[in-house]
């Protein structure tokens, strides 16, 4: 049983996970990569596919820092779920012909469509990573410092978020297609 296969073998999912969680914050940097240095502020539909990431990446940390539970992979299901019909709103607001969408395009594709995409790719990971779950222990791992960077990087991305929502739609409700920050003016 402690052989170094058996250890690579139950280690697996938490490194998922770590990778998992990695990807998460990479798509919101892309996204805030648009929104601050290409000034495409994002849309109310927008926001909810972020929370919507959020949660994917709160179901990930949860697993990294405290161990591999069905209800955190649960957490990462609910906010694929969500993002994912946020984005399928979006895709058919903007279906019809001669429309051009919202938002600059990323690799042919507009993020909200890019976030359907995701989130099923999230939906079928989570279901794999299930199925190795098994082989895991159910303590909390140990938490490296690949999984305290990305929990910190992930934590800062929260952060960020709030921030720019909140200076984005100040007190009130978003604007529906937004220009400018309203606490900023």
Known sequence: MNSPIFQAESRLPLWLNVLALYAICATLLVAF?????????????????????????????????????????????????????????????????????????????????????????????VALMMTLKEGASREAPHFSLLGKVGALLFTALIAANLVSTVLECGGGQCDDNPTFYQLLR
């Open 33 to 125: 990569y648009y929104q601050l240095w290409k000034i495409e502020l994002p849309c109310p539909l927008c926001l909810l596919q972020r929370g919507g990431m959020l949660l994917i990446g709160f179901g990930f940390l949860f697993n990294v820092r405290f161990g591999i539970r069905n209800r955190h992979y649960a957490m990462a299901l609910l906010g694929a779920i969500t993002a994912g019909a946020v984005g399928m709103r979006q895709v058919f607001l903007h279906i019809t012909p001669g429309d051009a969408g919202y938002g600059s395009p990323f690799l042919g594709l507009h993020f909200y469509t890019w976030t359907v995409v995701a989130s099923l790719l999230v939906i079928v990971a």
